[in-house]
């Protein structure tokens, strides 16, 4: 079973009983526009839709979105939900970077993330008094550092996102080494436009597993 993107590619999607996968309302379809060689894919219905990278629907063929995002694996591959309604200027970034073909099945690091981020993020200047430098590959992954995708985003995010992985990689284990899938949970969240000084975030509270 597939759906097409914009651009007419077939692309696979997740098996689920009684529901079709389908491309989220213009909220979530306009983050990539027309821009980029492949957009992200919405799989699921309404409340369970997620968001993933093109070509991620392999990696997830014989789970449903309800499943993935409950219970944070798919098979024997652990997954990071990263929430939009908290996150939406990071979850841009990261379906931004998907699109111009950044990996979406990531690898955790065994080395501290200073040295990545410094890479990703060492000349970063921010125009905003809130703003915080995001990079996609996560600099705590053997993916992160130069070449990373960075944008501007609100620094509570950033300690959002921290609190978020690093309670996945405690309590979902996932160690030195392992990979891991990213996916987007309420992406028709994600922020449309670029941050400019403004936290859009409908859900400001806690973030972590």
Known sequence: MGTKSKGGLLLPV???????????????????????????????????????????????????????????????LK??????????????????????????????????????????????????????????AFASTEQGGAGARTEEVPSREQDCQGGTIGSAYRWQQIKAGDDFLVVISNPTKVATKPYVGTDIAEDKTSCGI
Do not use: H
């Open 79 to 136: 997954v990071i939900i990263m929430d939009a309604a908290k996150m939406p200027y990071i979850t841009r970034n990261i379906a931004l970077a998907w699109g111009e073909g950044k990996d979406f099945i990531l690898t955790r690091s065994s080395t501290p993330r200073d040295a990545n981020y410094k890479a990703a993020c060492g000349g970063f200047v921010k125009k905003y008094t809130d703003g915080s430098c995001d990079e996609f």
């Open 14 to 76: 997740v098996a689920v009983v009684a529901a079709v996968a389908y491309f989220a309302p213009e909220a979530a379809r306009d983050v990539v526009g027309n821009l980029l060689p492949s957009d992200p894919v919405i799989i699921g219905v309404e409340a369970e839709a997620v968001m993933v990278a093109d070509g991620a629907g392999d990696r997830v063929r014989q789970c449903t979105a309800a499943q993935v995002v409950s219970q944070k694996k798919c098979g024997d």
